[in-house]
């Protein structure tokens, strides 16, 4: 019924999701203004409050998740740990037993499934990809993209939310207004069309579907799904095989 999901086997690790048709058309009819100078302003705080309450957050754009990641990382002098099988672009580093900041992928990275919320540096790649579900957190830094939920990976969509205000990122925002003007009008276009769990809502039960013929076990992400099943062996994350469905679709 499905055969085009024996090309899970020849994909790579990474979990590359497609863009829906209704979204790439509206994504086709962006129109950016290249030559303005454009204050920035958007409305991902509300688009996301059904999943998380950011309000009292400030919210810088930034070429995706690994980008805003990599900002944080870097500059981030506390010890850095995670789950094992969490997001590989992070590793543990430093003094794991002082003051030591937990990173954290929700939905996990691990295998696309909600976990009780225990980082104070919060990933939600995965969100737009799962049914609505509330996360009560008290988390420093919170990154979102829309690549996993809406397929938009190399458009690099992005954003960083900082409990205080990072001066660096405050002056390149909305003093010097340098970011990425198309990828921020795509993302404004996809976020006024569709809610928060469109994708998931258009393409879960396909998930069911598939992975009821094929012996998987579907994941809260609806592009992903774990098996112990050792044909995907080099797709082990932890203890499970993590895969993911695009192909299906």
């Known amino acids: ?42 409305n991902i705080i509300e688009w996301l409050k059904p999943v998380i309450d950011l309000s009292d957050y400030h919210v810088y754009p930034r070429n995706g998740i690994t980008e805003g990641l990599d900002w944080w990382y870097n500059r981030e002098n506390r010890g850095v740990y ?14 794991m037993y002082d003051d030591a900041v937990k990173y954290q992928s929700l939905p996990s990275s691990i295998d696309g499934n909600w976990r009780e919320v225990n980082g104070k540096i919060l990933d939600l790649a995965y969100v737009g990809s799962t049914k609505v579900n509330k996360i009560e957190h008290d988390a420093e830094i919170v990154f979102y993209s829309l690549s996993k939920g809406f397929g938009v990976r190399n458009i690099r969509t992005g954003w960083i939310f900082t409990r205080e205000p990072d001066p660096k990122l405050e002056a390149l925002t909305h003093s010097a207004k340098y ?54 062996e080099k797709f082990m994350r932890d203890k499970v095989a993590r895969l993911c469905l695009a192909p299906c679709f």
């Not at 055969?3 to 129109?31: F, G, H, Y």
């Open 1 to 42: 019924m499905y055969p085009q999901c024996e090309k899970i086997l020849e994909q790579s690790l990474a979990i590359r999701t497609n863009v829906l048709p209704e979204v790439k058309k509206i994504i086709d009819n962006v129109d950016v203004d290249f030559d303005g100078v454009v204050k920035y302003n958007t």
């Open 82 to 95: 995670m789950d094992k099988g969490d997001y590989q672009w992070i590793t543990n580093k430093g003094n």
């Open 179 to 232: 970011y990425n003007y198309f990828a921020h009008a795509v993302a404004e276009t996809i976020i006024s069309n569709f809610d928060i769990d469109y994708v998931y809502n258009q393409l879960q039960s396909k998930q069911q579907s598939i992975c009821s013929e094929y012996g998987f076990t579907p994941s809260d992400s609806v592009w992903i799904a774990t098996t112990t099943d050792v044909r995907y």
